[in-house]
């Protein structure tokens, strides 16, 4: 996994993805996931075709989900909004007990508006501004 910022996707690239029927990003977010569902996708077409990532940079970044620092309520719903949909696109046992983690926190405060939207981006697999 890594971070989208600065990256650079070779033609050659998108030519693979294009011949397996996928985009290198998925539409189905909105803002926070798009890097990870990259990677995931790039991991997926890596079954199928030989592909090399290089870095060559090193870039500081301030990590979103970075837990020094309190996030804001409208963060904290976009990383919900993510696990949701990362659960529902791309299954995995980590990612269950992440999104299970998360929705036994928001059941226990009863934030109704967290619940909603979780399972509404589970339910439909994108974001709630997607359409």
């Known amino acids: 996994m890594s971070i989208g910022s600065g990256l650079v996707i070779s033609k050659e690239l998108l030519q693979k993805f294009k011949c397996l029927g996928l985009t290198p990003f998925d539409n189905n977010y909105a803002l926070y996931g798009v890097d990870s569902s990259f990677f995931k996708r790039l991991s997926y077409l890596n079954n199928f075709s030989d592909v090399r990532v290089l870095s060559k940079n090193h870039i500081v970044h301030d990590?979103?989900?970075?837990?020094?620092?309190?996030?804001?309520?409208?963060?904290?719903?976009?990383?919900?909004?993510?696990?949701?949909?990362?659960?529902?696109?791309?299954?995995?046992?980590?990612?269950?007990?992440?999104?299970?983690?998360?929705?036994?926190?928001?059941?226990?405060?009863?934030?109704?508006?967290?619940?909603?939207?979780?399972l509404f981006s589970f339910i439909k697999g994108k974001h709630p501004k997607v359409q």
């Open 63 to 118: 990590l979103s989900s970075s837990a020094s620092t309190k996030i804001s309520r409208f963060r904290y719903k976009e990383r919900i909004i993510d696990r949701s949909i990362t659960l529902r696109r791309y299954p995995t046992y980590i990612d269950f007990k992440i999104f299970l983690k998360s929705f036994l926190y928001i059941l226990i405060t009863l934030d109704f508006e967290l619940m909603y939207v979780s």
